[in-house]
């Protein structure tokens, strides 16, 4: 079975850095393209950044410049560095994965709050 697992969340102060990680385990084949959603309360679920198999990388304006997506593809990783934290990046951040053979997968979610 594969699952993704996510780590890496957790309450930051205002200014500070946090890495996400999401491990694509079990049977995972020909990851295309990889991503990290976020979804505040009350809001939508949004696209943060993505990185597609060949490294090019795609983020929503409010992070540009503060954070930085990158995949190991020997390690079925995703990473998602964020630095400059600020509290409107309070959420829930999924990874979402686009294998050719496997699907799209979704992993559980791991909470990110900035407050002081």
């Known amino acids: 079975q594969v699952q993704l697992v996510e780590s890496g969340g957790g309450l930051v102060q205002p200014g500070g850095s946090l890495r996400l990680s999401c491990v694509a385990s079990g049977s995972i084949l020909s990851l295309k393209y990889m991503a990290w959603f976020r979804q505040a309360p009350g809001k939508e679920r949004e696209l943060v950044a993505g990185?597609?198999?060949?490294?090019?990388?795609t983020y929503v304006d409010a992070v540009k410049g503060r954070f930085t997506v990158s995949r190991d593809n020997a390690k079925n990783t995703l990473y998602l560095q964020m630095n400059s934290l600020k509290p409107e990046d309070t959420a829930v951040y999924y990874c979402?994965?686009?294998?050719?053979?496997?699907?799209?997968?979704w992993g559980q979610g791991t909470q990110v709050t900035v407050s002081s």
């Open positions: 990185i597609a198999s060949s490294g090019s990388t």
């Open positions: 979402y994965v686009a294998s050719a053979v496997n699907g799209v997968l």
